[in-house]
């Protein structure tokens, strides 16, 4: 289920101001799959050579990124406790909660929490299964939505046009036979998705693993995820997925009643003191 990003060039050179160029960056060498050099984050920005090491510098003087003995950089120490906030706070995770393990209680399988950021899915939430075979999957990282039963379940909650421009922009990687490799191919699989409230992901992703997946948005969209249950294919049959989609959708549908009542803006209280 869970594909670390490789590095790739970054859009961010076009981002507007220091900070900008900074963060993206950041983004760069925290989302690579291993350390980078400075030459090889010099070809991936485009920046010159001195504005870049500056930049490198202040990340690291801030405990953003680590330089190793053999000079490559990776993410540093200071991220941890910023994730470690990040996710405490996550008032998101905080509400799903109780109903990711109700799900989890009736499947045994493995239920994940996920939310949409652009052509990716960001895994916020995990109940790992209990069997023998568990998922690789790990909260904070992200897989592709064009082969996933959670990215496809999401891209289903916003308005059609953005589900083509998304699809459109996407660049195609076979990870199994299954995979999409196309956006008229992924587009015709969402309007299945969209007919019968779920998402399969049957194999597509990774071999052996099978997946059913409902979508996950509040009335704005400005949430947009997803709630699925995973597990291998010699264990779970289609069959099974489809008999779990009801509890799939119901849960999702619980989340999202309970984020509109628990997250939404407090009206102010008559009865408070005024200045």
Not at 232 to 259: C, F, G, H, K
Request: charged share 25%; proline share 5%; net charge neutral.
């Amino acid at each position: 289920m869970d594909d670390e990003r490789p590095a790739q060039p970054l859009e961010a050179v076009g981002s507007t101001g220091t900070l900008g160029k900074a963060i993206s960056l950041l983004d760069a060498v925290v989302m690579a799959d291993q350390p980078l050099r400075f030459t090889e984050i010099l070809a991936m920005t485009g920046q010159p050579r001195g504005t870049l090491h500056r930049q490198l510098s202040h990340l690291v003087q801030e405990g953003l990124l680590t330089q190793r003995s053999d000079l490559a950089y990776e993410p540093g120490l200071r991220l941890l406790s910023f994730a470690h906030k990040a996710w405490a706070r996550n008032d998101l995770r905080t509400v799903a909660a109780p109903h990711l393990a109700r799900l989890h209680a009736e499947t045994l399988e493995t239920v994940h929490l996920g939310l949409l950021r652009g052509a990716e899915i960001v895994y916020i939430d995990k109940v790992e299964s209990r069997q023998t075979v568990r998922m690789e999957s790990q909260v904070g990282k992200t897989s592709p939505v064009y082969c996933t039963g959670l990215g496809k379940a999401a891209l289903t909650a916003l308005p059609r046009a953005r589900q083509v421009s998304i699809a459109e922009q996407i660049s195609y990687r076979a990870f199994t036979p299954r995979t999409h490799l196309s956006a008229a191919s992924l587009l015709a699989d969402l309007d299945r998705v969209s007919t019968r409230g779920v998402a399969f992901d049957e194999e597509e992703h990774e071999t052996d693993i099978r997946c059913v997946a409902a979508p996950l948005a509040n009335a704005d969209r400005s949430l947009v995820g997803g709630v699925s249950v995973t597990g291998p294919a010699y264990r779970i049959s289609m069959a099974q997925l489809e008999a779990w989609s009801p509890l799939v959708l119901n849960t999702a549908r619980a989340i999202a009643e309970d984020v509109a009542v628990r997250m939404a803006p407090r009206a102010p209280d008559p009865h408070a003191a005024r200045d």
